[in-house]
């Protein structure tokens, strides 16, 4: 190998770094002037911050008010997750390349889902808070729009990535669509659907903690009344609640997933 | 027009004991969890019909007249608040990731001489993941005051939690043979570092690094909901006076932001790894 | 009138290549055919054609009277819940159990809420048992598919394929990737079922002994044309060198 053949392709290497991390210096410079961090206020923040974790030692007496809201967070997000499930997966099925009926009805179920998952969670719940009022349903309902993006979209990409020889196979038999699908797609992907629908749990426990704090229920509206009133000591015994009830279902998605692998 | 069969039903030899257990745990799990279901919903304080259908009498109409024709004047705000936000996110995951960086060295197994080692450092990790996102905003505007530095600190503190923990196990899923080879002809441990750890993590921490950006660009839009700017600010404050039609306007914007970012973003990570 | 006629097949891909140059045909109820010729020939495109797997862009293939290629939706599905086919990777589901893939072969014949809830009568149940016994491993029925061997995942195609109770069945390339006596075996249950069931097979081989072996009637094919249709016996090796168009080696026999 002459010293020439290798010098063009190394050559185009350091070109194509160099030139990448121009571009990054660049946004992050635009980056500064746009946003107007403010470096500085970054030091003392954090010396303001630290003082408010002082601040925050929990006081447990506040306990019994959190069960009743904690509860409705992990209702929240398992009705999300169940129902999110069941409706992303026809959804899922019509958007695959290799399991859709028409050109135009995949077109129309991956535009749907792109704009589900594109649209954050809290957004979802916002929205449905001044549609539909206070409380647990708003949450539910965009919960489980924001769960049918996030599941549709992996779904699909696992779908499409199966073994097509059972498909054709099926095809050869005279099977038609669905029970093709029952029996060549659904054994193929079943596992790997079960894990992620774990995983949109995870996320929409995650999520239904937060969705309180714009009036979708559950135990963001305790976070967000102990902020106001600057009950800081309620507040870090409500961050530890939190702390360990995420563990908790963290822990349970991650056994269970790696049950089924 | 369906074939049946007609031939004399021969002896169908009775499932093995493994296969009839799992059908039956499978049935047994599926009544759980519908029992759940139906549980959660009972229990869960919904409003009734009547309160549902007049509270969507009274907002759906405006809405969804309000999405076919979004408020055109507001384009530049909305456009404008978005680009913030996006910036907003790029210095959050920037920050999250230099700070994650040395975090992930403290979390990795196999770089400290063992799982237990790292214990400690995979804790503070998953606490640092634990903490609602939006907690730490308020946080931060309290201490830095509103605007986009509250929010860029709070995603960048989440955002080690993450990262950290995603970077941890790509150390601990390294080859070990070429951290060997380099020991083996002498190098010391920042040797072992630069030419055998490094080479194999960058890209995806690399690609680890763009997801986590496409996650904060969605949460950085959110944030400014408490006032940690970006463009969340400005659409709750619509959101709450029910002006629709701008409304509209934000979400589209937000919307076709996401995806155009995402889908820039997916293909150089499909690139990279 | 022949229990299946290609009248004048043309198979162009979108590509541009003619797989096919016009093929005319027919193959009496019953017959054993085995198709030979080189990779690109034109074999699997030729046995595609008729379940419409392929679809001829000129010409039709008929099978037991119907016009498969210009058939659609319910009745294609009717049309290839009659034709059996196997396939050289096996295309066997691999997670689900050997039981449930010979099952799979039902999904034509019932309908479709059957198959989409699982709900088989009893009578297609015990026949699915009953195609595993006739291919020799009923002791397999409830092991994974994935946990046989190739030739035994092979059986499990051609009991799924007779679970449809075929009239033709169609084999591309089945014993390619199993070794010479499991394909000597897979061939001769194959060759000993098509005759006690009467079922018309067209085999792609790739094997000279093989196809002199179990063919009653064995075509040659090259360059998308028919070059060659007789008996075993007129299969001379100068024949095969016509067909192949170069000289016969080592790799074009399966040996023992």
Same mark, same amino acid.
């Given at each position: 190998m002459s010293s020439q053949d290798s010098a063009r392709p190394q050559a185009a290497r350091r070109l194509k770094s160099w030139g990448t991390l121009a571009v990054f210096a660049v946004l992050i410079l635009f980056a500064f002037r746009a946003t107007k961090f403010n470096l500085p206020a970054l030091f003392t923040g954090a010396a303001d911050f630290f003082r408010f974790f002082g601040r925050m030692a929990p006081d447990f007496t506040a306990l019994p008010q959190i069960w009743s809201p904690l509860l409705q967070t992990i209702q929240i997000a398992y009705v999300a997750t169940v129902v999110g499930s069941l409706i992303a997966i026809p959804l899922i099925f019509l958007a695959s390349a290799n399991t859709a009926i028409d050109p135009i009805s995949m077109w129309v179920a991956r535009t749907l889902l792109t704009v589900l998952?594109? !649209?954050?969670?809290?957004?979802? @719940? @916002?929205?449905?808070? @001044?549609?539909?009022?206070?409380?647990?349903?708003? %949450?539910?309902?965009?919960?489980?729009?924001?769960?049918i993006g996030v599941l549709a979209k992996l779904g699909s990409e696992t779908?499409?990535? !199966?073994?097509?020889g059972p498909l054709e196979a099926l095809r050869a038999v005279g099977a038609g669509r669905n029970r093709t699908i029952v029996f060549a797609v659904v054994p193929q992907v079943a596992a790997t659907m079960v894990s992620f629908i774990l995983y949109v749990f995870e996320i929409n426990v995650r999520a239904s903690?937060? !969705? %309180?704090?714009?009036?979708?229920?559950g135990i963001g509206v305790l976070l967000q009344r102990y902020l106001n009133f600057f009950d800081y000591t309620g507040l870090g015994a409500l961050i530890v609640v939190i702390f360990l009830v995420v563990l908790l279902i963290d822990g349970f998605s991650v056994w269970a997933r790696s049950r089924l692998i | 027009m369906v074939k049946t069969l007609q031939t004399p039903p021969t002896d169908i030899p009775r499932a093995p004991a493994s296969v009839r257990r799992n059908r039956s745990l499978l049935i047994i799990g599926a009544a759980l969890l519908v029992a759940l279901f139906v549980l959660a919903l009972v229990t869960m304080n919904l409003p009734t019909w009547s309160r549902v259908l007049s509270g969507l009498q009274r907002n759906a109409m405006p809405l969804l007249r309000g999405l076919v024709r979004p408020e055109t004047s507001v384009f530049e705000l909305a456009w404008n608040s978005m680009v913030t936000t996006f910036f907003m996110a790029i210095l959050g995951t920037i920050l999250g990731a230099v700070l994650a960086f040395p975090m992930s060295f403290l979390a990795a197994g196999n770089l400290l001489g063992g799982t237990r080692w790292a214990l400690p450092g995979k804790a503070v990790l998953v606490a640092v993941r634990t903490f609602p996102e939006i907690v730490l905003a308020v946080i931060f505007v309290a201490a830095a005051g509103p605007g986009p530095t509250a929010g860029i600190m709070a995603m960048g503190i989440h955002s080690i939690g993450y990262l950290g923990k995603v970077f941890s196990d790509v150390i601990e899923g390294i080859d070990q043979g070429p951290m060997e080879a380099i020991r083996a002809a002498?190098? &010391? #441990? +920042?040797?072992?570092? +630069?030419?055998? =750890? =490094?080479? #194999?993590?960058?890209?995806?921490?690399?690609? &680890? =690094? +763009?997801?986590?950006?496409?996650? &904060?660009?969605?949460?950085?839009?959110v944030l400014g909901m408490v006032g940690a700017g970006g463009i969340g600010l400005p659409l709750i404050q619509r959101l709450q006076f029910r002006r629709w039609a701008e409304v509209s306007m934000f979400i589209i914007v937000i919307v076709v932001f996401i995806i155009v970012v995402d889908a820039i973003s997916s293909n150089i990570r499909r690139r990279l790894v | 009138m022949a229990h299946i006629e290609f009248e004048n097949v043309e198979v162009i891909y979108k590509t541009?290549?003619? *797989?096919?140059?016009?093929?005319?045909?027919q193959v009496p109820q019953g017959q054993f055919v085995v198709v030979v010729g080189l990779s690109g020939a034109g074999k699997s495109t030729l046995i595609r054609t008729v379940n419409n797997l392929v679809a001829p862009s000129t010409g039709h293939v008929t099978v037991a009277g119907t016009n498969v290629t210009a058939?659609?939706?319910?009745?294609?599905?009717?049309?290839?819940?009659?034709?059996?086919?196997?396939?050289?990777?096996?295309?066997?589901?691999?997670?689900?159990?050997?039981?449930r893939n010979v099952l799979a072969g039902r999904l034509g014949d019932l309908p479709a809420w059957r198959g989409v809830l699982? *709900?088989?009568?009893?009578?297609?149940?015990?026949?699915?048992?009953?195609?595993?016994?006739?291919?020799?491993?009923?002791?397999k029925a409830y092991v994974r598919a994935d946990a046989l061997s190739g030739g035994q995942q092979q059986r499990v195609g051609i009991a799924r394929a007779l679970a449809q109770r075929p009239t033709v069945m169609l084999a591309d390339e089945p014993v390619a990737s199993l070794d010479p006596p499991t394909s000597h075996a897979v061939m001769s249950d194959l060759k000993r079922i098509a005759r006690e069931d009467g079922i018309t097979t067209l085999v792609n081989l790739h094997f000279i002994d093989m196809a002199r072996d179990y063919a009653d009637r064995i075509i040659g094919m090259r360059d998308g044309l028919v070059v060659f249709d007789g008996t075993p016996d007129e299969a001379t090796d100068a024949a095969f060198e016509d067909i192949y168009g170069r000289p016969i080696d080592d790799k074009d026999l399966r040996g023992v």
């Amino acid at each position: 190998m002459s010293s020439q053949d290798s010098a063009r392709p190394q050559a185009a290497r350091r070109l194509k770094s160099w030139g990448t991390l121009a571009v990054f210096a660049v946004l992050i410079l635009f980056a500064f002037r746009a946003t107007k961090f403010n470096l500085p206020a970054l030091f003392t923040g954090a010396a303001d911050f630290f003082r408010f974790f002082g601040r925050m030692a929990p006081d447990f007496t506040a306990l019994p008010q959190i069960w009743s809201p904690l509860l409705q967070t992990i209702q929240i997000a398992y009705v999300a997750t169940v129902v999110g499930s069941l409706i992303a997966i026809p959804l899922i099925f019509l958007a695959s390349a290799n399991t859709a009926i028409d050109p135009i009805s995949m077109w129309v179920a991956r535009t749907l889902l792109t704009v589900l998952r594109s !649209i954050p969670d809290l957004l979802w @719940a @916002a929205l449905f808070v @001044a549609v539909l009022g206070l409380g647990a349903l708003p %949450g539910v309902v965009a919960l489980t729009l924001f769960s049918i993006g996030v599941l549709a979209k992996l779904g699909s990409e696992t779908v499409e990535s !199966i073994d097509p020889g059972p498909l054709e196979a099926l095809r050869a038999v005279g099977a038609g669509r669905n029970r093709t699908i029952v029996f060549a797609v659904v054994p193929q992907v079943a596992a790997t659907m079960v894990s992620f629908i774990l995983y949109v749990f995870e996320i929409n426990v995650r999520a239904s903690v937060v !969705i %309180g704090f714009v009036g979708a229920g559950g135990i963001g509206v305790l976070l967000q009344r102990y902020l106001n009133f600057f009950d800081y000591t309620g507040l870090g015994a409500l961050i530890v609640v939190i702390f360990l009830v995420v563990l908790l279902i963290d822990g349970f998605s991650v056994w269970a997933r790696s049950r089924l692998i | 027009m369906v074939k049946t069969l007609q031939t004399p039903p021969t002896d169908i030899p009775r499932a093995p004991a493994s296969v009839r257990r799992n059908r039956s745990l499978l049935i047994i799990g599926a009544a759980l969890l519908v029992a759940l279901f139906v549980l959660a919903l009972v229990t869960m304080n919904l409003p009734t019909w009547s309160r549902v259908l007049s509270g969507l009498q009274r907002n759906a109409m405006p809405l969804l007249r309000g999405l076919v024709r979004p408020e055109t004047s507001v384009f530049e705000l909305a456009w404008n608040s978005m680009v913030t936000t996006f910036f907003m996110a790029i210095l959050g995951t920037i920050l999250g990731a230099v700070l994650a960086f040395p975090m992930s060295f403290l979390a990795a197994g196999n770089l400290l001489g063992g799982t237990r080692w790292a214990l400690p450092g995979k804790a503070v990790l998953v606490a640092v993941r634990t903490f609602p996102e939006i907690v730490l905003a308020v946080i931060f505007v309290a201490a830095a005051g509103p605007g986009p530095t509250a929010g860029i600190m709070a995603m960048g503190i989440h955002s080690i939690g993450y990262l950290g923990k995603v970077f941890s196990d790509v150390i601990e899923g390294i080859d070990q043979g070429p951290m060997e080879a380099i020991r083996a002809a002498g190098g &010391n #441990q +920042l040797h072992t570092f +630069l030419f055998a =750890v =490094v080479p #194999q993590v960058l890209p995806e921490f690399a690609s &680890n =690094v +763009l997801y986590r950006f496409e996650i &904060n660009l969605r949460s950085a839009a959110v944030l400014g909901m408490v006032g940690a700017g970006g463009i969340g600010l400005p659409l709750i404050q619509r959101l709450q006076f029910r002006r629709w039609a701008e409304v509209s306007m934000f979400i589209i914007v937000i919307v076709v932001f996401i995806i155009v970012v995402d889908a820039i973003s997916s293909n150089i990570r499909r690139r990279l790894v | 009138m022949a229990h299946i006629e290609f009248e004048n097949v043309e198979v162009i891909y979108k590509t541009g290549l003619k *797989a096919l140059k016009g093929v005319s045909l027919q193959v009496p109820q019953g017959q054993f055919v085995v198709v030979v010729g080189l990779s690109g020939a034109g074999k699997s495109t030729l046995i595609r054609t008729v379940n419409n797997l392929v679809a001829p862009s000129t010409g039709h293939v008929t099978v037991a009277g119907t016009n498969v290629t210009a058939a659609r939706g319910q009745a294609l599905r009717r049309a290839r819940s009659d034709i059996g086919m196997i396939f050289q990777t096996f295309n066997l589901v691999k997670r689900s159990s050997v039981i449930r893939n010979v099952l799979a072969g039902r999904l034509g014949d019932l309908p479709a809420w059957r198959g989409v809830l699982g *709900a088989f009568p009893r009578e297609d149940l015990a026949y699915a048992h009953d195609c595993l016994r006739r291919v020799g491993i009923p002791e397999k029925a409830y092991v994974r598919a994935d946990a046989l061997s190739g030739g035994q995942q092979q059986r499990v195609g051609i009991a799924r394929a007779l679970a449809q109770r075929p009239t033709v069945m169609l084999a591309d390339e089945p014993v390619a990737s199993l070794d010479p006596p499991t394909s000597h075996a897979v061939m001769s249950d194959l060759k000993r079922i098509a005759r006690e069931d009467g079922i018309t097979t067209l085999v792609n081989l790739h094997f000279i002994d093989m196809a002199r072996d179990y063919a009653d009637r064995i075509i040659g094919m090259r360059d998308g044309l028919v070059v060659f249709d007789g008996t075993p016996d007129e299969a001379t090796d100068a024949a095969f060198e016509d067909i192949y168009g170069r000289p016969i080696d080592d790799k074009d026999l399966r040996g023992v």
